[in-house]
């Protein structure tokens, strides 16, 4: 959302500093991540009213009738809005001022119209507008709802409305800091500093909330996957000393000591870990170049973290070698050379 902005004036009342052109959507929608724009402007109707009927009875005590909004053809989809009933006014009415209205839901249940087929209308003071629409849903101006909406055209010419109050923009999903700097310079570049711009945080907390559980739950999967790994890797050293045993009581026979045996032993469980992690880490960078372009994704691979990865399992590899080649270093030479025959 983009507005005018508005300074403190001598005597304590804010002054409005900028001004929002007509052609403000046609400027913003040609920025990267605008998606949809349109204007919106409160039309200050002072003593008049808005009725469904042409009499006017001053023995009825007086109501607050909905209020008036003049609008830009694309507001609606900006918005979020939804069509109930009718249609919504288009260029063509703006453009000849026509005397055209849609209704907010609310505002429509307030006048007693619920249809408009039989094209009813609305009396704004004592000009009557032909209601052709009536809309609902409005998730980012849910006051349109209670109100009467009529073309920015049409506005000017019956109301005198000098300018829009408030420009709405539909961006696409992250690009609101972009847009948030870009639209003032695109606006005005001499004066960007004169509007007000509320564009949605790049992260908001829900999201972060729900990343920060992400990674907690992914932190557990990997630490489980080390745990199995390593423990895979202590059983599969133990299965090779338990096949050799024979070996191990020839070597020691012949000079062999017992750190040599244990050195061996964990090297190879060193070897097997740092194998594991080089292809698992491998097989990650892989995934991320191929789904990548599939998902329209830009590839980031951090090289430091893939060769951290493969580290990572000789060090599970390292602690998961130390009890399997410990044990071979404490088998006597006969009682090896025995169980290798």
Excluded: C
């Excluded at 200050?44 to 909905?66: F, K, Q």
């Excluded at 629409?133 to 709802?145: F, T, V």
């Amino acid at each position: 959302m983009i507005e005018p902005g508005s300074t403190d004036g001598m005597n304590g009342s804010e002054r409005t500093t900028g001004r929002l052109p007509w052609d403000a959507p046609d400027r913003v929608s040609r920025l990267a991540g605008v998606e949809l724009a349109g204007l919106v402007s409160e039309v200050p109707l002072d003593a008049v009213t808005i009725t469904a009927v042409p009499v006017n009875d001053p023995s009825e005590p007086a109501t607050l009738g909905p209020s008036l909004m003049a609008t830009f053809p694309g507001l609606l989809d900006a918005v979020r809005g939804n069509i109930v009933t009718g249609w919504y006014f288009d260029t063509g009415h703006d453009a000849r001022a026509d005397r055209v209205a849609v209704l907010g839901s609310r505002a429509a249940e307030r006048l007693g119209i619920n249809r408009v087929d039989s094209q009813p209308f609305i009396f704004i003071g004592d000009s009557s507008y032909t209601v052709i629409g009536i809309i609902d849903g409005m998730e980012r101006r849910s006051d349109l709802l209670d109100a009467v909406v009529v073309p920015m055209g049409s506005a000017r010419a019956d109301f005198g409305l000098t300018g829009p109050d408030e420009l709405q923009i539909r961006i696409a999903l992250g690009a609101g800091k972009v847009v948030a700097e870009q639209a003032p310079l695109a606006l005005d570049p001499n004066a960007a500093q004169n509007f007000e711009v509320q564009a949605p945080s790049a992260r908001s907390g829900l999201r972060e909330n729900v990343q920060a559980d992400v990674n907690v739950i992914s932190l557990i999967l990997g630490v489980l996957a080390l745990v199995a790994g390593g423990l895979g890797i202590a059983n599969v050293t133990l299965l090779s000393v338990m096949e050799r045993v024979g070996e191990i009581g020839l070597r020691r026979a012949l000079g062999a000591t017992k750190r040599n045996i244990s050195s061996q032993f964990m090297v190879e469980s060193v070897v097997i870990g740092l194998l594991g992690g080089l292809i698992g880490a491998a097989l990650g960078v892989f995934a991320v170049v191929i789904v990548s372009p599939i998902q329209q994704w830009a590839p980031v691979v951090d090289p430091w973290l893939a060769a951290g990865s493969a580290l990572l399992g000789a060090v599970v590899g390292l602690a998961a070698g130390v009890y399997p080649a410990l044990k071979p270093s404490n088998i006597e030479p006969i009682v090896a050379l025995r169980g290798g025959n």
